[in-house]
């Protein structure tokens, strides 16, 4: 596994700018839990604390299991119509649900 995480410069920006608003010592999180409609889902918080199980990426930080599942994905930001999110373009997901946010492997 090479816990390879690419980000967009799109979603690079957006990260700084929301960031911009929070302490210097926030982190943007990414997370994998389980649930959704397709099995798992993607979360994005705000963290001060880098736990020892982190791996960090500029300024976003995410677990290592939930690393593990990501691996190797693209995050990417997107405006839309009916609105502005993060998207995971995660190659290890096998399916996923019109969201976007729920995915299988």
Do not use: H, W
Not at 65 to 89: A, M, P, T, Y
């Amino acid at each position: 596994m090479n816990n390879k995480i690419e980000f967009t410069e799109t979603a690079k920006n957006e990260i700084d700018r929301i960031l911009e608003e929070k302490s210097p010592k926030t982190y943007f999180r990414i997370s994998v839990q389980g649930g959704g409609c397709s099995g798992f889902k993607y979360n994005f918080s705000f963290d001060d604390k880098v736990n020892k199980n982190d791996n960090i990426f500029n300024k976003a930080i995410i677990d290592i299991n939930s690393l593990k599942i990501i691996s190797g994905s693209v995050v990417d930001f997107k405006k839309e119509l009916i609105g502005n999110s993060f998207v995971i373009n995660n190659p290890q997901a096998s399916s996923s649900c019109g969201c976007g946010l729920s995915f299988s492997v």
